[in-house]
């Protein structure tokens, strides 16, 4: 492009600056891998070779997001010049506490799916299909974790486009189990193209105050320039359209339909991942770009999300108690449990902050497992609809006792992972002295008891059906991810070390703090 | 806060009008109509009225296309409109098209399994199945979907 021209200059006297060991490109490369892995998938054309490749893609991504979590995790920031190019100009990736926390938490996710998805989507869809299911797969972890690591508000579209996209072809391969995965995700797709076009308003409207697409500097311009109609109606685009992906309370009508009829093993990697994803870009938008003391944000957080938070709380509760099929009770579930996510947004204090990166993780392990426990269900009792499932705990006694723990995970019983970050969002409640919220936290928890329970006796305490149809423990390769997972249930509840340090880093970060205060 | 909709206002803001009249049929077409091709188009409308609102905001008055002469001896009188704009379009119009497709491509494979493109034939099919599983897996449990 001739307009870059006028920039040589500046980039060749950063040339200084440009990474040249491996180690110091370690943040692109972790979008990298997965981004060339799916192409080459394609390209080979091998049934065999698809899963060993994504496979691999995605253990090479989990070993660099780890390796970046270390290095940020006292609190300091990765800025990466993509190509050298200096940001403001250049595309900037910057990796800090908050995010690699989330890559980690996506690779992480990808790398325990994968084994589980290779049994589970062998039998859910067609064989001709599983190459083209790959390269999809590792095109959505890339644009997950794009959107997760750049810096720059415009190429966030761009990786969230690219997540969306796979994510709607991937829902699309439950239609030779249920055709009404067609029409989910034709859905999803609607109402997900309105959101991200409503967030590409968005940003063409900040870059019409600020000039600039580089999320650092659109936050500096900002704060120089104050509140002014343009950023606010910016603003205002910006969190509904993101919040569509993330379904909050009144835009969460695409989520039930689409993860009920999406092939299990897709279910679990999105409902772990992909409205976490959505929950950090909101996080980023409204802490890093506008800051917290914009009062518009303020505002609108305690008007608005604070209540539709509060109201996905008890109303997908609600709702998840009266459904008949497990998979879709669980999506429910996931509507309510992005509620406390948004509730701890919304207190916009550290504890507050700490907590919704917290539940963030704990609930993405707890969703992961019990969807895998679902596609264990499918796969050998024929369906996830409660009248398949009586008496299957002795029959299927791992597969049920690893659903039972995540479902406590899902309760928060003290002892798994859903406890801590609850009481965290209680303690930031009663920080505010909001106790009638923290009331509320542990009132809705209530109502999680009740539909985890109706799981437990269903799988324990009723009589198996009549037709005493045969029904064998699910195979090796789907009980050991879904193991890892229940056990991480368990592991996070107890050792909060890694989370909790990370997500106090992570918030302190977003919230502005001095880096030299965080890590303590 | 209504007396800077002056006449020069109104006018010279033209184009961000015809932005928000284009947007706003987009989504009525989305919202309003049955046909699913129909609703496809109405969404096509929407993210293209998003490229107006773009390309007007690269416009500079007086600004000419963005591009160097060969020699790059470039003369500092001559203004330039903002090709920023523009690349960042070029991107969203690619996105566009990937999604246009995917959704042409859904909306055939709905027409296989389905035999119908509109949304009322399509709601009462799929309540039907809800009623019918309700029938065989609710009511055994003493539930209801």
Not at chain 2, 59 to 68: H, N, R, S, V, Y
Request: hydrophobic share 55%.
């Amino acid at each position: 492009m001739a307009t870059d021209v006028s920039h040589g200059a500046a980039t060749a006297a950063d040339h200084a600056h440009v990474a040249l060991t491996l180690v110091d490109h370690l943040p692109v490369l972790v979008i990298l891998v997965p981004f060339m892995a799916a192409p080459l998938i394609v390209l080979i054309g091998s049934r065999g070779l698809a899963w060993p490749i994504a496979f691999a893609a995605s253990i090479v991504s989990t070993v660099v997001s780890f390796l970046l979590l270390m290095q940020v995790i006292d609190g300091s920031v990765i800025s990466y010049h993509l190509g050298g190019w200096a940001p403001p100009l250049g595309i900037e990736y910057r990796v800090d506490a908050a995010n690699a926390f989330v890559l980690l938490l996506v690779s992480g996710i990808s790398t325990v799916v994968l084994p589980y998805a290779r049994t589970s989507v062998a039998a859910e869809v067609p064989k001709r299909q599983h190459t083209l299911f790959y390269t999809a797969y590792l095109l959505c972890v890339t644009g997950l974790m794009g959107v997760t690591v750049t810096g720059d508000a415009f190429n966030v579209f761009v990786f969230l486009e690219i997540s969306s996209l796979s994510t709607y072809v991937l829902i699309a391969q439950g239609s030779f189990r249920d055709k009404r995965a067609l029409t989910a995700s034709l859905d999803y797709l609607m109402m997900g193209t309105i959101g991200a076009t409503f967030f590409v308003i968005g940003i063409g409207l900040l870059y019409m105050a600020t000039g600039t697409l580089n999320m650092a500097d659109i936050a500096d311009r900002i704060a120089e320039q104050g509140s002014n109609r343009t950023v606010r109606s910016a603003f205002a685009f910006i969190v509904v359209g993101v919040g569509l992906k993330v379904a909050i309370y009144p835009l969460h009508l695409w989520l039930p339909n689409a993860y009920t009829f999406a092939p299990s093993a897709v279910t679990s990697f999105l409902a772990a991942t992909a409205t976490k994803v959505a929950i950090y870009v909101l996080m980023r938008f409204i802490f890093t770009v506008f800051q917290p003391g914009f009062p518009f944000a303020v505002n609108t957080l305690f008007y608005i999300i604070v209540p539709f938070a509060l109201l996905a709380m008890f109303a997908a509760s609600f709702i998840a108690i009266f459904q008949s099929d497990l998979k879709r009770m669980l999506a429910y579930s996931s509507i309510a449990q992005i509620g406390y996510i948004l509730l701890g947004i919304g207190f916009l204090s550290e504890t507050g902050l700490t907590a919704s990166i917290v539940h963030l993780f704990n609930h993405g392990v707890t969703k992961a497992a019990l969807f895998m426990g679902v596609g264990a269900f499918v796969l050998r009792a024929g369906g996830s609809f409660y009248d398949r499932l009586p008496g299957l705990g002795r029959s299927m006694p791992l597969t049920s006792a690893a659903m039972v723990i995540a479902g406590l995970s899902l309760i928060g019983v003290p002892g798994t992972a859903g406890f801590i970050s609850k009481w965290v969002l209680v303690q930031a409640a009663l920080e505010l002295n909001w106790w009638p919220i923290a009331l509320m936290i542990v009132a809705s928890s209530l109502l999680a008891v009740v539909y985890v329970w109706r799981m437990v006796e269903i799988l324990y305490l009723m009589a198996p059906a009549d037709d005493k149809f045969h029904v064998q423990e699910a195979p090796m390769s789907m009980l050991i991810p879904l193991w890892i997972m229940a056990l991480g249930c368990i592991y996070f509840g107890i050792n909060t070390d890694l989370t909790m340090s990370a997500a106090t880093t992570a918030a302190q970060g977003l919230l502005g703090e001095p880096a030299v205060m965080a890590g303590h | 806060m209504f007396e800077e909709f002056t006449w020069d206002f109104i006018v010279g803001h033209m184009n961000y009008w015809l932005f928000i009249v284009l947007m706003m049929t987009g989504l009525y077409i989305v919202v309003a109509r049955g046909n699913l091709v129909k609703k496809l188009v109405g969404l096509n409308i929407f993210q293209t009225s998003v490229f107006m609102l773009y390309i007007s905001m690269g416009k500079i008055t007086g600004g000419t296309a963005p591009i160097f002469p060969t020699d790059m001896k470039v003369d500092p009188d001559v203004i330039y409109s903002n090709p920023l704009p523009h690349v960042l379009i070029l991107t969203a119009i690619v996105v566009g098209i990937a999604t246009t497709s995917l959704a042409l491509a859904l909306i055939v494979r709905i027409r296989e399994e389905y035999g119908t493109i509109e949304e009322a034939g399509l709601l009462e099919i799929e309540s039907a199945i809800a009623r019918a599983d309700n029938k065989i897996h609710g009511e055994a449990m003493g539930g209801r979907a």
